[in-house]
């Protein structure tokens, strides 16, 4: 497939680094819906921000024909205060706890602040052989914030309840190769941005919504109450999702794999998707030349979740960017596969009159 002029992959990767370093943790994505805000005025007739911190937009009249694509990213919350100073966490949305030793938090403070911290280890030459052996749960980590007691810990600005996560931020591993901490879903919100961008200057026949939904993480929470509001006719939920082509994991157990374009959802545990619709993505990408894969059922629930259960039910579906490593901080995605999902949201857009 012809790949995207330069500058436009500029502004992809712009685009993308700017919201994958955003503070988004799922409960607390006031950072990341600012970012995004800015990046959409140009493009949209107007927004509001719902009681539960969804971002709708919306551009032209008509019945509503709904993008949804997460602002939330996996996080931690501060679960407790030491006497000595230490952290302790709970998780926001789901962590692998085999990764999270020796990496680096942010804390976000009542204030505002960022505190920076270390998820500490004990040193591995006074660990046990079995005690090496072992996943050391999230419930036993600590985190190291620098704070000797817990009223320094407190000084500092910590609060039990403050959101952190682990920052890398968004760099290229090669040229078209990009590691970001949040791709899951910040890869979904670029191809949204790109959407309205790319289609601003077309009369569509019906109002277009784009909800930048909230608390995805856990729960599909915020698209359920922003779905319910806009009461679409038609939606699609768009994803970082599971890429795992890599070493030892069989052909038939990957969801998705890297380069072979965006990844179309037959079912996850969240819903199965209308085979008309399914078939009408198809079309659209065949007759756009634009490579696609399935995402294999059934890994994951998405916002379509909660999206085509509201009000009387909704034709509803899942496109996604192929992504590796999610829900870690060193998740990864080709721009090829980004750009080949946005030219396929862009065909949707373009054709979704036939499905209303
Ligand atoms: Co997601």
């Excluded at 999270?100 to 052989?129: A, D, Y």
């Excluded at 810990?153 to 078209?176: C, E, K, N």
Aim: hydrophobic share 40%; with cysteine; proline share 6%.
């Amino acid at each position: 497939m012809r790949r995207l002029k330069f500058e436009e992959d500029m502004n992809i990767v712009e685009g993308l680094a700017k919201l994958s370093d955003a503070f988004g943790v799922a409960g607390f994505e006031d950072e990341v819906r600012d970012v995004i805000k800015e990046m959409v005025e140009p493009y949209v007739d107007g927004y509001e921000i719902d009681p539960l911190g969804n971002l709708i937009c919306w551009r032209g009249s008509g019945d509503p024909v709904m993008l949804d694509a997460h602002m939330d990213e996996v996080g931690f919350m501060v679960r407790w205060i030491e006497k000595d100073g230490f952290l302790r966490l709970t998780a926001l949305g789901s962590w692998d706890e085999r990764i999270l030793l020796g990496h680096r938090v942010v804390i976000r403070t009542r204030r505002g602040e960022k505190r920076l911290g270390v998820i500490g280890t004990t040193p591995p030459h006074i660990l046990s052989e079995s005690e090496r052996q072992k996943v050391v749960p999230l419930e036993e980590l600590f985190v190291d914030i620098g704070a000797k007691t817990r009223e320094e810990a407190l000084s500092l600005g910590v609060h039990i309840g403050d959101p952190a996560t682990i920052h890398y931020p968004f760099a290229q591993i090669r040229d078209g190769y990009v590691t970001g901490k949040a791709f899951d879903d910040r890869a979904g919100c670029l191809v949204a941005i790109e959407a309205l961008r790319l289609t601003a200057e077309e009369r569509l026949p019906y109002k277009l919504v784009v909800n930048f939904a909230v608390c995805e993480e856990g729960g599909l929470r915020g698209a359920r109450a922003a779905a319910y509001r806009v009461a679409p006719k038609l939606a699609l939920a768009l994803e970082g999702t599971i890429g795992a082509d890599i070493p030892g994991v069989p052909e038939a157990k990957q969801p998705v794999r890297l380069g072979q374009g965006p990844a179309i959802t037959l079912a996850d545990r969240s819903i199965t998707v209308n085979p008309r619709l399914v078939r009408f993505l198809e079309k659209v990408a065949e007759e756009e030349g634009i490579p696609y894969q399935y995402k294999l059922p059934a890994y994951g629930s998405t916002d379509a979740g909660p999206i085509h259960l509201e009000r009387g039910g909704t034709l509803a579906g899942v496109v996604s960017v192929p992504c590796r490593y999610i829900h870690s901080p060193v998740s990864t995605l080709l721009l090829s596969d980004l750009e080949a999902t946005i030219k396929l949201v862009v065909g949707f857009l373009r054709r979704a009159p036939e499905l209303l």
